[in-house]
């Protein structure tokens, strides 16, 4: 199984954390090193490798995605690093700030053969299906 790791694990990132770690692998966690959320990740967590530095997730070649859960104006550069890692690459919307950084991120994920996509919960959400 492609091992996964999570960059953002504040109020949503958690929420991630919780569900994925149920069915797939998540080696490692990054954050911005609030140790709330550090000491959270710990004590329900406590086999997730935790890094302040996503340098060490994008230089790991166990894993195959990223999540990233994080302020929206880090997504540009953290797709960008992730897929140029040749990581395959789950973002919370939005994508990017503008059009422009949207369009490379795409790019440069299908020049790699890599998916990239944005989550949108509500879309998938069983109660708009029904609707």
Known sequence: MQKLAIIGI?????????????????KKCSSNGNQKNINWLKKHHPSLQYTSNPEEIF??????????????????KLVKKALLSKKNVF??????????????????????????????VFLYNEIFNKI
């Open 10 to 26: 504040g109020r949503w990132g958690k929420n991630l954390i919780r569900d994925l770690s149920k069915i797939s692998n998540i």
């Open 59 to 76: 230089n790991d070649k166990e894993i195959g995605a990223v999540i990233i859960s994080t302020p929206l104006n880090t997504h540009y």
């Open 91 to 120: 973002v919370e919307k939005p994508l990017a700030t503008n059009v422009i950084h949207i369009n490379e991120l795409i790019k440069l994920a299908q020049k790699n053969k890599l998916n990239l996509f944005v989550g949108h």
